[in-house]
């Protein structure tokens, strides 16, 4: 049975502020942590934050967006050699069987719950519900997303004739690691690893693949499934973490009606200007601080005159 400490009044308030701006119970852990300078394990703090979240029933505000997690497993490629080593070209005549989508794991930003759609129900089937999931998103997100896993659902997409967008509003956190970072390593169980806030799921390697689509084992299947899952689960908490650090491709203020000096993060009017700079030209950038999810943002003099304005017809 998990052990609880009792923590200091100052903590508990931290936290409840904190609950209330973000749903991430990780990235709350590892604010208490880091502030409070708790010589306490993140996940060991995580589940106190959940039984607090539990106990005081506090819900983070959901933000009028919907931004969903994502990530995908495949069958690798079969096909037939004359001999191993050497040139690794293989002629296209010589594939026994292309690769296929196994499973799609995904959740949204403010439910509990993971999804998964494998292909059990069939593959076609599996593509077509999940284009409808991804037609709903103001933003999507993956881990080599944009180069890998909708690369790979548009190439079974197209095979099966479904018709999917060829753009979407997208943040893929393996771009901004390679942009922001100097990660050891850009994987996302290293990053997981070394942010403390977990890992992924040891599959025991490519016997669990070869169980899957050679052997067709339901129960390996359903192990390839916590997998994925988990890392649905590792992919949220290390966004949270990273997204105060990074730029945005979506500005989520305006897409939803706010103004340009909101948040684009969280769409929040609670920021505040922390210092500004001028270019070799003399324009004037502004520099801002979102006080709900920490995002730090630019904007021009221009939108920061307006909103000086807008708080002064407000009051």
Known sequence: ??????????????????????PNNTQIARDIKNKFSINEDVENLRWTVVKWRKSWKIKAKKLPIKRLFFDIETSYIQYRRWKFGGDKYVNPDMIIRDSEIICISYKW?????????DWRMGEKKMLKAFVKIMAEA????????DRFDLKELRTRCIYHGVLMYPTYRTLDTLRKSRQYFNFSS???????????????????????????VENKSVKALENMIKYCERDVILLEDAYFVLSPFI???????VLTGGEKWECPECASSNVEMYRYYTTRLGVVRREMKCNSCKKQYKVSN???MD???SVVNRD
Do not use: C, P, S
């Not at 930003?109 to 759609?117: E, G, I, R, W, Y």
């Not at 730029?247 to 203020?253: C, L, P, R, S």
């Open 109 to 117: 930003q403010h439910d509990d719950k993971v999804h998964t759609l």
């Open 307 to 309: 909103m000086l304005t």
């Open 1 to 22: 049975m998990r052990k609880y400490r009792k923590y200091r009044n100052e903590i508990k308030e931290f936290a409840r502020v904190r609950m209330e701006q973000t």
């Open 247 to 253: 730029t945005h491709n979506n500005n989520f203020a």
């Open 138 to 145: 103001d933003e999507i997100i993956g881990h080599n997303g």
């Open 186 to 212: 850009n994987r996302l169980n290293y990053i997981g690893r070394f942010l403390n806030i977990g890992e992924k799921i040891d599959t025991g390697g490519i016997q669990l693949w070869i169980d899957v």
């Open 302 to 304: 221009k939108t920061y």
